[in-house]
T-cell receptor, first 113, second 109 residues
Framework: EAQVTQNPRYLITVTGKKLTVTCSQN?????MSWYRQDPGLGLRQIYY???????DKGDVPEGYKVSRKEKRNFPLILESPSPNQTSLYFC????????????FGPGTRLTVT | EDQVTQSPEALRLQEGESSSLNCSYT??????LFWYRQDPGKGPEFLFT???AGEEKEKERLKATLTKKESFLHITAPKPEDSATYLC??????????FGQGTELSVKP
């Protein structure tokens, strides 16, 4: 079954405590991406990666880091989380050569206190 | 600046009452325009990709069309299970994806 998995699904943490949200896809897609979704602001792209070892900033990259060491995994790292990073986060993978298909993960709800 | 605007923000329909959702965009060099459906608390679900003006795609009660400046998602004879937020996104050169804020559709029986 084609899927994107994210872990953890829910996380409550404190300001400044480094955390990592993992993302994995089983479809051999080249493109992977992270989004945050906030009420009234919609989905905003944080970082994207068009291939292994290639990452680019989206619209809201400040305070986040990513890495793409292998095709299937694309972790999101918050080195020093702050309350304004409280949000719902989605990872997605995309097949964009030939037919376009994008699959989203189930989401990670992060609360930073 | 690349931008996507969806209207209306919310739409309430009676079952069987057809309507359209709008997605207008400004992007230099459109690579593709995409429609998604999102249910509360879940990740968006891909519906359609449109690449060039004049293109149309259909799936069940949904039909998406594209012009040079906007796209429409037509919903024919909607049912309560069509209630969801519908998102539009464009891909700019370089790969960045830009989403609109969505239209929240509610279909009452």
């Amino acid at each position: 079954e084609a899927q994107v998995t994210q872990n953890p699904r829910y996380l409550i943490t404190v300001t400044g405590k480094k955390l990592t949200v993992t993302c994995s896809q089983n479809m051999n897609h080249e493109y992977m991406s992270w989004y945050r979704q906030d009420p009234g602001l919609g989905l905003r792209q944080i970082y994207y990666s068009m291939n292994v070892e290639v990452t680019d900033k989206g619209d809201v990259p400040e305070g986040y880091k990513v890495s793409r060491k292998e095709k299937r995994n694309f972790p999101l790292i918050l080195e020093s989380p702050s309350p304004n990073q409280t949000s719902l986060y989605f990872c997605a993978s995309l097949q964009w050569i030939g037919a376009y298909e994008q699959y989203f993960g189930p989401g990670t709800r992060l609360t930073v206190t | 600046e690349d931008q996507v605007t969806q209207s209306p923000e919310a739409l309430r329909l009676q079952e069987g009452e057809s309507s359209s959702l709008n997605c207008s965009y400004t992007v230099s060099g459109l690579r593709g325009l995409f429609w998604y459906r999102q249910d509360p608390g879940k990740g968006p679900e891909f519906l359609f990709t449109l690449y060039s003006a004049g293109e149309e795609k259909e799936k069940e009660r949904l039909k998406a069309t594209l012009t040079k400046k906007e796209s429409f998602l037509h919903i024919t004879a909607p049912k309560p299970e069509d209630s969801a937020t519908y998102l539009c996104a464009v891909q700019a050169p370089g790969g960045k994806l830009i989403f609109g804020q969505g239209t929240e559709l509610s279909v009452k029986p």
